[in-house]
């Protein structure tokens, strides 16, 4: 299982060192929101320059806003390795072949309430499904289990079509639904407030990386 802590929950006044505790992940997850996608705003490419520049580990970008065609070069880090747009955002094709131009990888996410069948005509394309166990726009909300039925869909697609992308869960996953994740086929956990809690966050996304 790869690990990708959501640096939204940590605490922007030690960045820096904040950005250690977690460097035994696989990926940062990063989580853009524009307070029109979603009723919240986090932050903008300059801060994610910041946190580009004082990581080694490879960045995994979450767009939540309603036009990411105009924020993709924003975003394009040479430590970027994915960038995730929703399906439910303006220009997706376009965003697509802007993101694939960039030679980064392409993620695409649905809402809560949003229909899985709509990603099938991109699963053969995408490298990364990500999967909303939570309404996007704030960490520390209860994980939705309606999420684990999406996650063995996708999962069980992917093998039946050979296909190359990774199964990413993101909201409120802590040890517990980490497992139900797991179980369905997640290969990537997005985790804020349980890691960003623990005194012993190595220790804490060791336990993610076991479950299986
Ligand atoms: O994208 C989001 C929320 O919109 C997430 O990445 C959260 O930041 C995850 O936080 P926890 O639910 O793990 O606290």
Request: glycine share 6%; charged share 25%; hydrophobic share 40%.
């Amino acid at each position: 299982m790869k690990i990708a802590p959501s640096i939204l929950t940590a605490d922007f006044t030690k960045l820096k060192k904040e950005l250690e505790t977690i460097e035994t992940a696989d990926y940062i997850h990063v989580d853009i929101m524009d307070g029109n996608f979603v009723p919240n705003i986090s932050f903008g490419p300059a801060i994610t320059k910041q946190i580009s520049q004082n990581t080694k580990n490879l960045l995994d970008i979450h767009l939540m806003v309603l036009d990411p065609l105009k924020w993709i070069d924003g975003f394009t880090f040479s430590n970027t390795e994915y960038i995730t747009v929703h399906y439910e955002s303006n220009n997706l094709d376009e965003t697509i072949k802007k993101i694939k131009q960039n030679k980064v990888k392409v993620g695409i996410s649905i809402k809560p309430e949003t229909d899985k069948e709509v990603l099938l005509p991109y699963l053969k394309d995408i490298d990364l499904v990500l999967v909303m166990s939570v309404e996007p726009g704030f960490g520390g909300q209860k994980f939705m289990a309606s999420s684990l039925d999406k996650m063995q869909y996708f999962s069980e697609l992917k093998k039946k079509n050979n296909y190359n992308y990774e199964i990413e869960v993101d909201g409120g996953v802590n040890l517990e639904t980490g497992l139900l994740c797991a179980k369905n086929g997640a290969t990537i956990l997005v985790a804020g407030s349980y890691l960003f809690n623990m005194e012993d966050r190595k220790k804490g996304i060791e336990g993610l990386a076991c479950l299986k």
